[in-house]
């Protein structure tokens, strides 16, 4: 079971970003990439050879497998509707934010293995911003708590957020756009910016290791979005069969979301990210008042 | 027990006294009691029971009284280990080879110094404790000021006195109030004493722990002292501080809002703590400032215990205590082994300025290593030890978040915050991790670095593996926390441990991740790697100056955090063509010292100066005083008299 549950994991996070592409494509009136792009740029770099820096030490190759395996983790912690999680005890969501948090920790100390600027730039961007994003993450995870008054994934996923639903799934929203780089915090088609943050962290990893971030940056997408729709929706109330399928058409719509967004909106200014993102810590925090005051318990 | 401790003294003393002769027979002396003291602590947390010796000695008119608890043991035991480990580290590091003037003066008083932590952890009478705390702040001056030849050094130490003092003073008061109130000067749980006696406490102790904004002495003493001595001070000796606290918040009548306040005091701590933290580009001070937030995470957790200790017990505050009191021993750990890598980077390179060093792994790769390590930890990242005390205090909040009672609005902001400084740590040891080990050297000096002695790498290691143990297996650890728990609290004596899953998980997670780790690395071995140069987006000649440097990394938070750090700035933009002699300085003031407390020193000593004009030896003047204060006081008689 567990081993089924990871192989979904793995196998299915590639599709989600090539499921964007397609969005923004239908969007703009291209054909696009195929959704299995990913899937192949992924067997085509772990088949590559690597260049290092000379400035590298074997962290840089070694500290995105840590990554990848504490993405991995977290998401093994996510319930995914009536499946329940692969592991759950008291306390899990602060494992859950954690393990993302030692895969930024990583993903953070190979970029400044280079010595690059524009590495050190990006690196210095995504830990200050992931100061907010962290900020609304506690914030959500305390309105869910307070909301169902208990303290583990399962528990506290599987009803609905209750009145507050819609603020925390804006707020969330926004987390994941800032945690999975995307527009308008960071645009994932352009690797040659000084303005980015996370392309601009991975710009000298190649072969197996770049593919091993790509495919956990897909996997932690997924998770935010798996996260955002057993948040919102009230997935313990149905069966499971629809549990399933609804947790399942809810990820779709997320990925549309992110897709639209996308093709809508600009990248903003560096000045205004720390606003839009205080904006979805607030967003979180009026769903926990709603939660704490509002609440019927 | 009494042997055990008798002995671990008698060997701190001859430690003590052979340290002129025999660094080595000074250093087996001192492992050899902290080994034993280790041992005794841990034996009687594992144990059932507490340990308790009267004698009919007089000491200063008082029965000699010691008693050693669970709460007490648990700082018995930091101290043993940061005791030993940090004389190990100064054999090599503070030798007599380097330092023949002051390295046996440092054994002396670092024999002095555990000792009298020590003292003040089982001493159960007021007037004992307060001799041997007043000995205890001696012996940490002496050791800050063992390099008295630097005037930074000189004024560190001052400051530090100073501030010492200023707490011991409230503690003073303190004491004699209690003994007025209960009529003895022996301690125990104190039932009848008025409850504001706790704010004297609170200051009082809270100095030497070093929470905001009672930390001014603290960044400047550490960075100042040699490295094993910030260890011990940061790992240990600002933990004596948190002791008090902890102490008199378990045997004093509390107020009404004492949880809350404390909770407060540890947020705005932990938070503003590591904002400073991030605006440093000396690496101590860094360290230094990250201790305050330490701090004040130990005190979030202790305030949740406040507060569902004045809220009939609640069952979460015992997950607080237990998270902060685990957090004492963790901060212990990660932190002397980042001095102490501290101390190995500043042997190796002769500055503590960071934005001087760069590359170091290739030299030092051992340091590098353990350091990272120590980051690992000190971010409160899994699946380390850091992780599972900040684990125990916010679920203990989350519990309390979710029963909705009155509490509830304090327990909220202190996660969210608490959240905020530990995103805002790993910020800041990635930057402290990377400018100094990572990329190119930025100097000669940086270049031609060199690894440490293994005498210094073998303290670290152990440290090092203890926030491995602690991490992997927090079960193991769980009883003495328990013990402790139970002795603070005798309505908490908790059984089970909370986090059978959580050990599973953090050893699966290293497995696995060691493995993918090898795995990775074999497979892009097998691929064929290559050297070049950093990409840098084509550009084909980088020099170690284009590198992002430590002020600019912190930009970002600085700005967050412009209204509490207050840096000071100077910029010469370069102009026209062939510009010359542009700059950019930046430094961050410690703005509470020189923003508040040295203005309001500096108006006192106005005053005082003005007082001065009186006395000016004009014997008439003084008769005219005389007579002046005696009718003062006799129409206040008179007055008062009156019905």
Known sequence: ?297 | MSGALIFAAACLLSAMSVAAWSARASLAFTLAGTIVGFFAALNLLLGPNDWEWTSSFLLGGEQLHLRLDGVSAIFLVLVSVIGGTGAAYAREYWSDRDYPGSAARGRVWWNALVLCMGLVLILSNGLHFLMAWEAFALCGYFLITLDNRRPEVRKAGWLYLASSHAGTLALFAFFALLATHTGSWDLGPLPEVPAPLFWLALFGFGVKAGFFPCHIWLPSAHANAPSHVSAIMSGAAIKMGVYGIVRFGGWLPLPVHAGHVVIGLGAVSAVLGIAFAMGQNDLKRLLAYCSVENIGVILIGLGGALMARTHGNAAWGQLALAGGLLHVWNHGLFKSLLFFGAGSVLHATGTREMSRMGGLWRAMPTTAGLFALGAVAVSGLPPLNGFVSEWLIYLGLFDAATTRAGFTWAALPAVILLAMAGAMALAAFIKAGGIIFLGAPRTKAAALAHESRVGMLVPMAALAAACVVIGLAPGLVWPAIAHAVGSWNSVWAVGKAPFPTLGTAQFALAALAAAAGFFLWRNSRANGLRRDLTWDCGYRNPIARMQYTSGSFAGIPLGWFFWALRPERKFRRPRGPFPAGSLRLERIPETVLERLVAPAGAVIARLSQAALGLQHGRLQAYILYLVAGLTAMSLFVFLEGKP
């Open chain 1, 1 to 297: 079971m567990m081993i089924v549950r990871m192989f979904l994991w793995i196998a299915l996070a590639p599709l989600l970003p090539g499921l964007i592409n397609k969005v923004k494509a239908w969007v703009a009136g291209r054909k696009g990439p195929p959704v299995l792009q990913l899937y192949y740029d992924l067997i085509r770099l772990w088949q590559k050879g690597v260049v290092l820096s000379t400035l590298a030490s074997p962290a840089f190759v070694v500290a995105p497998a840590v990554a990848w395996v504490a993405i991995a983790g977290a998401a093994f912690l996510v319930p995914l509707g009536p499946a329940g999680a692969g592991v759950s005890f008291r306390g899990d969501m602060l494992l859950m934010v954690y393990l993302l948090a030692l895969a930024r920790f990583c993903t953070a100390w190979a970029a400044l293995e280079t010595g690059s600027a524009f590495e050190g730039m990006g690196t210095a961007r995504e830990v200050s911003y992931a100061v907010l994003a962290e900020a609304a993450m506690f914030a959500a995870l305390l309105s869910l708590a307070v909301q169902t008054g208990s303290v583990s994934l399962v528990a506290m996923l599987s009803p609905s957020a209750g009145a507050g639903t819609a603020l925390l799934a804006a707020g969330l929203f926004i987390v994941l756009l800032a945690e999975n780089c995307r527009v308008p915090f960071d645009d994932p088609n352009t690797h040659l910016e000084l303005t980015m943050i996370h392309e601009a962290m991975i710009l000298d990893h190649s072969g197996p290791p770049l593919a091993v971030i790509l495919h956990g940056a897909s996997m932690k997408l997924l998770l935010y979005a798996v996260f955002l729709t057993a948040a919102v929706l009230p997935l313990g109330s149905l069966p499971p069969l629809a549990a399933g399928a609804a947790l399942a058409g809810g990820v779709l719509v997320v990925a549309l979301g992110v897709g639209l967004a996308e093709s809508l909106l600009a990248r903003f200014s560096f000045r205004r990210v720390p606003l839009l993102l205080t904006m979805a810590f607030l967003l979180c925090l009026f769903s926990l008042l709603v939660a704490w005051k509002g609440g019927a318990a």
